[in-house]
């Protein structure tokens, strides 16, 4: 059963564009969520979390929002650069786990 | 501050066989997670082991076991592969329990034939 929803596989930007990448998930115990950034042969790097008491988390070009109601969350990229190309995973985890649950990975390119 | 480094990078094995994967947790960590992770999926949660007892198992056999030393590094090991354990294997390291921002290595890519 997969908690945490990633729908989109795939994502194209042009550089200096928006990049908005989308999760869903299903279990409202989760209460923290994070996005890691992975590249090809090597483990996936945290890149920006946010807590369920928040809407909202920014840090430089990365925003992550959440909506609780919806059960939704997305992490925006401002500008975007061919560096961000990589594969996005986001990840939940609960108040009474230990551990992540994760999306299934969008994969953004960003077209230079 | 060392990261978290795993080993081997890559590896082939046969079906039945068994197999031992290992990760150095980066320094001050006391708590190790290991996930799965199949082509196409994200990563699955194996199990986590905080100052060396077994501390929380995902939906996985039996035959994935784990184990964790005084110096905080860990082994996976996985008895009686099948084909479909075939999988990149991925340890993350953190320095507690609710490890919200883990560390994780670049991972093991194990192929099962």
């Known amino acids: 059963d997969q908690q945490v929803k990633q729908n989109s596989p795939s994502l194209s930007v042009q550089e200096g564009r928006i990049s908005i990448l989308n999760c869903d998930y299903t279990n409202s115990m989760f209460d923290y969520f994070l996005w890691y950034k992975k590249y090809p042969a090597e483990g996936p790097t945290f890149l920006i979390s946010i807590s369920s008491i928040k809407d909202k988390n920014e840090d430089g070009r990365f925003t992550v929002f959440l909506n609780k109601s919806a059960k939704h969350l997305s992490l925006h990229i401002v500008p975007s650069q061919p560096g961000d190309s990589a594969v996005y995973f986001c990840a939940a985890f609960g108040t009474t786990g230990n551990q992540f649950y994760f999306g299934t990975g969008t994969s953004l390119t960003v077209i230079p | 501050e060392t990261g978290v480094t795993q080993s081997p990078t890559h590896l082939i094995k046969t079906r039945g066989q068994q197999v031992t994967l290992r990760c150095s947790s980066q320094s001050g960590h006391n708590t190790v997670s290991w996930y799965q992770q199949a082509l196409g999926q994200g990563p699955q949660f194996i199990f986590q082991?905080?100052?060396?007892?077994?501390?929380g198992r995902g939906n996985f056999p039996p035959r994935f076991s784990g184990l964790q030393f005084p110096n905080y590094s860990s082994e996976l090991n996985v008895n009686a592969l099948e084909l479909d354990d075939s999988a990149l294997y991925l340890c993350?390291?953190?320095?507690?329990?609710?490890?919200?921002?883990?560390?994780f290595g670049q991972g093991t890519r194990l192929t099962v034939v």
């Open positions: 082991y905080y100052r060396e007892e077994e501390n």
């Open positions: 993350a390291s953190s320095p507690g329990r609710r490890n919200t921002e883990a560390f």
